[in-house]
């Protein structure tokens, strides 16, 4: 268990819908990152928050948005969903924001668009 | 951009065999991490090397950094069923950015 909790772990929608993707991180860890793994693909960064503030977006398309609340937690909003958009997505976080920290990642969300 | 490339992309071996993966970056790295992911499960901090020729080892798994800190490898020697999964590396992009992961290497080991 690596301290990440990731809601819901499955979820089936239809195509042009909007859900919305939640992770805790880590007690004490200020960083969370987002990545989307489709089958048979890598992880794709998406987005990372640092103590509530974007710091880095990566391969996230526009109808994706995300946030960090004051408590750290992090939401994950994807709309307007589409059949690409099925995949795994994946929250991780880190103590802070450095290179050489350690990302502990959630169990994962599988997301199902139809 | 930076990529960081992995190969093989697949690779099956018998149980007993040895097993290594690779991991080239186009740019110097300051660090390089290694993760596994268990089939339906989640990736998993294996380690990091920072030192350029750096050689760390875990049980049977022994994991190098290249002089130029360009490339890494993973090898596990006498593959078990255990070790069946994908092996990621993963390299800073620059400056204070988050990891840029390969797109890994599964390993599947056949009994």
């Known amino acids: ?114 | 951009g930076q990529q960081v490339m992995q190969i093989p992309q697949y690779q099956h071996v018998q149980e007993g065999e040895d097993f290594t993966t690779y991991c080239n970056s186009s740019t110097t790295l300051s660090n390089i991490q290694w993760y596994k992911q268990r089939p339906g499960g989640h990736p998993v901090f294996l380690i990091q090397l920072v030192k350029s020729g750096e050689v760390k080892k875990q049980k049977r798994l022994t994991f190098q950094f290249g002089e130029a800190k360009k490339n890494s490898s993973l090898h596990i020697t006498a593959t078990q069923t255990t070790d069946v999964g994908t092996y990621f590396c993963a390299g800073p992009k620059s400056g204070n950015t988050p990891l840029v992961f390969g797109k890994g290497t599964r390993l599947s080991v056949i009994a």
């Open chain 1, 1 to 114: 268990d690596s301290g990440v909790t990731q809601t819901p772990k499955h979820l089936i929608t239809a195509t042009g819908q909007r859900v919305t993707l939640r992770c805790s991180p880590r007690s004490g860890d200020l960083s969370v990152y987002w990545y989307q793994q489709s089958l048979d693909q890598g992880l794709q960064f998406l987005i990372q928050y640092y103590n509530g503030e974007e710091r880095a977006k990566g391969n996230i398309l526009e109808r994706f948005s995300a946030q960090q609340f004051p408590d750290l937690h992090s939401e994950l909003n994807l709309s307007s969903l589409e059949l690409g958009d099925s995949a795994l997505y994946f929250c991780a976080s880190s103590v802070e924001l450095g290179q050489t920290d350690t990302q502990y990642f959630g169990p994962g969300t599988r997301l199902t668009v139809l």
